[in-house]
């Protein structure tokens, strides 16, 4: 006998395409890459026992384009069962303007119709890590300022005194009157340690503070 006619077949969810997403961040990642080897293929890269200028940026290139081409195959490759997400350009346009004010405050740049200002990475990079940080809407302002304290002094000492790299530390007005006379490895050295100190005390004073709410869904599917 055949099977009633009101019987409901199971019901199999559709299996999902690639993942758009992954495939283009992926490509956008590995493209950046690119651009970085091309910028800095003038400048010497150096050996293992005297690096140069260039070996830092090629080798942090290659580990991006690494993950951009494991970004590529996995989005190529996986298959989800999950409702595809809403695109928004907040994330890429967040993230694009923190790059640009870095390079336009960093130090001073000759552009048509006028010149930008020599901000120094005191200044330029918390600005781009926490305009950046907001492509995240789940960015808390907090969060952003200890991160961007402790990252700055970071570059500080790598860039500027591990490799030699003569970054302006701050605006060359500020820097003349706080450190006349001093070398500049010592005026970074000083700078990285107040920015540190900053970032911890910031971050033991506010630790106490309310977390930030979570909607947390049930198992039957309600709020």
Known sequence: MNAAKGSAAPYAHPRAGADPRNIAAGLV???????????????SRGTLRSVGPAMLP????????????ALVVTGATRRSDAEPAVWSLRGPLLVTAGIALFALTIKPMHLPGFDTWELGLVISGPLAIVVGGYASPRARLRDLVILALSLTPFCMLLFGDMLN???????RSLADLLFSGWSYKTALRATAAVLFAIAAFIFFATRGGPPPALDVARHDGTI
């Open 165 to 171: 790299l003569p970054i302006p530390i701050m605006p």
């Open 58 to 69: 090629q080798a942090v290139a290659v580990l991006i384009a690494i993950c951009g081409v």
């Open 29 to 43: 990642l590995i493209a950046l890459s690119a651009l970085a080897f091309w910028l800095t293929a003038d400048i």
